[in-house]
């Protein structure tokens, strides 16, 4: 496993990080029992990954909970991140709908309080807004109480996680320009780089870590997903509709002798790919299972895309249409 350093914030994580939330919802057609979810943070842990990316909303504080559980004892080994804004204190959590959001001080305190205790630690290394929009952004309030808590050491730096979905730019371009901002999470893969470019060139300037969340385009990049895939409707991925799946599935194709002349698979390329982006901090693949846990970390080697392949990568991705992306309305 290699390690990279978390934007300015000087934390050391790892290239594959855990991304949490599997263990807290069954929103990837697998419902992981407790016993398992323990098994797969220990299994990470085993194999080099040393950090954990989590949210409160994630099963109401469940996954928070159980890497509370696990680490126990071992908190200068690992680095959590976790993120909060969702009031989901008095509502039921169906389906994928967006819940209330409060960012102001008061919330944001007794959010991390929660967290801590849920986490059984007296500091979270990252913490930050969970899909956060362009007025939330632009105001000082969450921003200057991210200061007042890494004063009181209660947090050691921000971050700020774009979604749902794919897209958000402004937000992500100028949360980049905050202070206490060290990273920006995103959704990112080989199919899907915008606006994840124009995201990764301005956190090279500014020295903001990108996390990327979505690596495997939803299963397309692993095989798991294909066009006769039949998604259940509790899923996240039924939001991909077939005709998408299809078009997705041809460009794979123009990117398989890239990935064969590599000698990889197509899941190691998608992979390896994001990793030979300079500013990318750490890979959040959806893991359900032990054994995908161990096959991610296996592709943290340092051996990535030379220049002329990442041009050939660029080159074609140019050629494709454009998709929509998600925005606040009327962002001036």
Not at 92 to 115: M, N, R, V
Not at 119 to 147: A, C, V, W
Not at 201 to 227: C, F, M, Q, W, Y
Not at 288 to 293: A, D, G, K, L, R
């Amino acid at each position: 496993m290699k390690y990279k350093t978390l934007g300015k914030s000087g934390i050391k994580v790892s290239e594959i990080g855990f991304g949490a939330w599997t263990i807290g919802l069954d929103w990837w057609g697998k419902k992981i029992e407790e016993d398992e979810a323990k098994r797969m943070l220990k299994k990470a842990y085993d194999v080099g990954i040393n950090f954990f990316e989590t949210a409160d909303m994630y099963g109401k504080g469940k996954s928070e909970k159980l890497i509370g559980e696990v680490f126990k004892g071992m908190r200068d080994e690992i680095v959590i991140s976790s993120k909060y804004g969702y009031d989901f204190s008095n509502v039921q959590q169906i389906g994928h709908s967006e819940l209330p959001q409060h960012f102001d001080q008061k919330f944001t305190e007794k959010a991390l309080e929660a967290s801590l205790e849920r986490l059984q630690t007296d500091y979270i290394d990252s913490f930050g807004m969970h899909n956060p929009k362009i007025d939330q952004i632009r105001n000082n309030e969450p921003f200057e109480t991210f200061d007042k808590l890494i004063k009181e050491g209660k947090m050691k730096t921000a971050q700020v996680a774009l979604g749902p979905a794919i897209g958000w730019t402004q937000e992500g371009l100028e949360a980049m320009d905050r202070e206490n901002i060290s990273s920006v999470q995103t959704v990112y893969n080989v199919l899907e780089q915008t606006p994840g470019n124009e995201l990764l060139e301005k956190a090279e300037r500014n020295n903001v870590g990108i996390l990327v969340r979505v690596p495997d385009a939803s299963g397309i990049l692993t095989g798991k997903v294909t066009a006769e895939t039949v998604i259940p409707s509790n899923d996240h991925r039924k939001d991909r509709k077939l005709e998408w799946r299809r078009e997705a599935l041809k460009k794979v194709e123009q990117f398989r002798p890239i990935a064969e002349r590599n000698g990889w698979t197509i899941t190691e390329f998608a992979i390896k790919f994001i990793l030979s982006k300079n500013a990318i901090a750490s890979v959040l693949p959806t893991v359900v299972s032990v054994e995908e846990i161990e096959s991610f970390a296996a592709i943290s080697d340092g051996n990535y895309l030379n220049s002329v392949d990442m041009k050939e990568i660029t080159d074609l991705y140019n050629t494709w249409p454009s998709y929509e992306l998600k925005a606040s309305p009327q962002v001036h």
